[in-house]
Structures are given as C-alpha cells and as structure tokens.
Nanobody, 121 residues
C-alpha cells in the first residue's frame, strides 16, 4: 500500500513562509509519474495548487505563481511545496496527491491526509 506522508504547515503571518513536505512510503519499489499539491478552504472545492511531472515539468495555479515553488528531492521520493509571501487567502488544508506506479497495482492516484496552513492577517 502506498502512503503519502505530509509534514509542515501551521500558523503563519501574512508575508511569511511555510514549507510543506510529502514523502512517498511503500514497502517495495515504485515509480512516481506525477505529484501535486491541492488545497481546500472551508466551504470551497479542493483546487490544484501546483504539480510536478516525472521529468521535472511544473505548473501552478495563477494565484500562487511567483510565490510558491514545487520541487522533489534527489531520489524523487519526497515532494516539497515552498510557499512564500503568504496571504490570508492561502489558508486551507493542503493535500499531497500523486500518481504512482507499483508492480502490484499499476498506476494509481493517492492522497495524503492533509495539513492545515493558516495565514493570519
């Protein structure tokens, strides 16, 4: 079973920075096809914030361009979301999301448990 284990988040002031991490955990070998971060504010639908492909291509929702950066570590088992110049409207639960291939399951989509980011004004 593939698990996405998130860390980071918390309470930060407007203009501050937060770094989120998402580690892929699996007892056997796997291949990451695509990883991303979504967020969901109270009363809204979950929206894509940023994603990164296996060849390093990235894209971002317009509201975070120039402020957020998605990246992976050298062995590509952890994905990061560096969030700078945070605004109150960035507040929400941030979810890691991935399309991961394993020999047993093929390519499947997985979600992390979510981590709260609150930006105070």
């Amino acid at each position: 079973q593939v698990q996405l284990v998130e860390s980071g988040g918390g309470l930060v002031q407007t203009g501050g920075s937060v770094r989120l991490s998402c580690a892929v955990a699996h007892r056997s070998w796997f291949v990451i096809n695509l990883m991303g971060w979504y967020r969901q504010a109270p009363g809204t639908q979950r929206e894509l914030v940023a994603r990164i492909t296996s060849n390093g291509g990235t894209n971002y929702t317009d509201s975070v361009k120039g402020r957020f950066t998605i990246s992976t570590d050298n062995d590509k088992k952890t994905v990061f979301l560096e969030m700078n110049s945070l605004k109150p409207e960035d507040t929400g639960v941030y979810y890691c999301h991935g399309n991961i291939w394993t020999p047993a399951t093929g390519s499947q989509y997985y979600w992390g448990q979510g981590t709260q980011v609150t930006v105070s004004s």
